[in-house]
């Protein structure tokens, strides 16, 4: 099966065999960025505008990266120096860039949508690369890449994700594009931050921190989002820590051979304990790795020439 979708929007609607063949085209790509020389001519003339409304720094190296490993050329728009500041509005400055003729945009924005409102006034491919607390695509596609290299498959793994899930666009996507693949997933967290309609994308909601991790095969925990959190939704990140941080009392209830994984950036002692993130359990660096490949693999599969 090839790619034919002009966008990657979200995983919500992609099939099984969409998501292996972006899995399977980053894990042919990966050993480029494992070369003396890191760069093969394939983008070569293409472009790519990274237009980023929201700080990042995993995504955005990630995508810079992925472009410069294909060839391709990136240009990097912030909204700081964009007319935006000047009360340009989003479709206009979309229409703008589309004007100098792009290949492909990146885009991650505070507002939920933004990405499909773009899609929806220019012809230029769109991926999105996280939109408010609605998805993250390229994230969950980069957790499902590493989960397949470290337990040899998706389906069929039980997998725990744990954290703030209402305002987690990287839960969605994963639980949609994990139960996609044939995982079963269970959430967790505080009651204030577990939203009502997770059960409602087939993610089972654990009652405990026990029963969250019991037997899991892969344990994911979410960042505390103190940006997203404008009302005070727990009593402290002490307090938050104590009932829902991961230590390694709580891995022995585990699968055997489970891994842990964590999008990043971490708060190390609130939602991870820094002898999980850094023991034999941990998997966030193989997660960074692959985030390039993955990006690699989107870049390619939607705006791709020969030549690889």
């Known amino acids: 099966m090839s790619w034919k979708r002009k966008h990657l929007l979200g ?88 004007a100098m003729s792009p290949d492909l945009i990146v885009m991650r924005h505070s507002s939920s949508g933004a990405p499909h409102l773009l899609a929806r006034h220019v012809n230029v491919s769109i991926i999105n ?24 498959r998706v389906q069929g793994l039980e997998v725990a994700i744990i954290g703030d899930i209402t305002h987690s666009r990287v839960a969605r996507s994963n639980i949609i594009g994990l139960r996609t693949m044939g995982a079963r997933v269970r959430v967790y967290g505080p009651p204030t931050l577990l939203p009502p309609h997770a059960a409602t994308l087939g993610a089972r909601v654990a009652r405990s921190m026990d029963e969250a991790v019991e037997g899991a095969d892969v344990v994911m925990m979410l960042r505390v989002q103190q940006e997203r959190l404008h009302d005070v939704l727990f009593p402290s990140l002490r307090e938050y820590s104590r009932l829902y941080g991961l230590g390694e009392s709580h891995l022995r209830r585990a699968a055997e051979g489970v891994i842990v994984m964590h999008p990043g950036p971490i708060n190390r002692g609130v939602e991870i304990a820094p002898q999980v993130a850094d023991g034999p359990y941990s998997v966030i660096l193989d997660q960074v790795a692959n985030g390039v490949a993955v990006r690699m693999a989107l870049l390619y599969l939607m705006i791709g020439a020969e030549g690889l």
């Open 129 to 152: 690369a996280g939109d408010g607390a609605h998805e993250h695509p390229t994230q969950a596609l980069l957790d499902m890449l590493t989960i397949r290299e470290k337990k040899g």
């Open 11 to 98: 995983l919500e609607g992609l099939s099984a065999e969409e998501i292996g063949v972006v899995l399977d085209t980053a894990e042919s790509l990966k050993e480029i960025n494992a070369r003396p020389i890191k760069k093969v001519p394939t983008l070569r003339g293409r472009t790519v505008v990274l237009f980023f409304y929201e700080p990042s720094t995993r995504t955005k190296t990630s995508f810079d990266l992925a472009c410069k490993r294909l060839s391709a050329d990136a240009v990097a728009l912030a909204p700081k120096t964009s007319s935006l500041t000047k009360g340009e509005t989003l479709i206009d400055t979309a229409q703008t860039l589309q």
